[in-house]
């Protein structure tokens, strides 16, 4: 039973292209999040939303636009992709209530070339 | 800015020695998060610390909290090779909220050799 999933896990892709990463957990979680790994394993928050609702936009480039259906997907589209655009993509979701524990998706290494 | 801290940074420890990773954080922050990465893997939720004075073990691991200096360590008692991975210490975002995302420090990459 997967958790928190991603696809697709490898995206390989040109400067300028636009391409999505979808999310989804089954865990009954009420918040969903993004989180960018770069290449020196430094994670960093990028968006976070709580039933649908966008929360939290961490000085993203509008380039990145989430979007969640339902409050079990958050999927990620990228516009005009660049170089500086290649990490690991993980999505997490947290339940409600005033722990913010993470579960995180088994993320997507997104190489920009 | 919110600021998470660890060192060391890089960490080469032998088989059956004992070691600590130190996280400083600078939020009001009752609470913090270990997790552990495997090279190529998601991050794995190791222990949640909930207050001051809190210390959980599980296995060769023990974390603690002292949120009044701020700091958080994570003991490695006779380190075994399975043990090889990056630990990541986070706290929330907005302090003692919920549902809140977390800001990470950057890791501590711990190879256990023979």
């Known amino acids: 039973d997967t958790a928190v999933s991603q696809t697709p896990k490898y995206l390989v892709t040109q400067m300028g292209n636009d391409k999505s990463i979808k999310c989804e957990q089954n865990?009954?979680?009420?918040?969903m999040y993004w989180y960018k790994q770069d290449s020196k394993k430094f994670l960093k928050i990028m968006f976070s939303?709580?039933?649908?609702?966008?929360?939290i936009n961490e000085t993203v480039p509008n380039r990145f636009s989430p979007k969640s259906p339902d409050k079990a997907h958050l999927n990620l589209h990228i516009n005009s992709l660049e170089l500086g655009d290649s990490a690991v993509y993980f999505c997490?979701?947290?339940?409600?209530?005033?722990?913010?524990?993470?579960?995180f998706g088994p993320g997507t290494r997104l190489t920009v070339t | 800015e919110l600021k998470v801290e660890q060192n060391p940074l890089f960490l080469s420890m032998q088989e059956g020695k004992n070691y600590t990773i130190y996280c400083n954080y600078s939020?009001?922050?009752?609470?913090l998060y270990w997790y552990r990465q495997d090279p190529g893997k998601s991050l794995e939720s190791l222990f949640v610390?909930?207050?001051?004075?809190a210390v959980k073990q599980e296995g060769r691991l023990m974390a603690s909290l002292d949120t009044k200096a701020r700091l958080s360590t994570l003991h490695i008692t006779a380190a075994v090779h399975d043990l090889s991975a990056t630990y990541f210490c986070?706290?929330?975002?907005?302090?003692?909220?919920?549902?809140?995302?977390?800001?990470f420090g950057k890791g501590t990459r711990l190879s256990v050799i023979a």
């Open positions: 865990l009954g979680h009420d918040t």
């Open positions: 939020t009001t922050s009752d609470r």
């Open positions: 939303y709580n039933n649908k609702e966008l929360i």
């Open positions: 997490a979701s947290s339940p409600l209530g005033t722990l913010s524990e993470q579960y």
């Open positions: 986070a706290v929330d975002l907005r302090p003692n909220s919920g549902n809140t995302p977390l800001v």
């Open positions: 610390l909930l207050s001051n004075g």
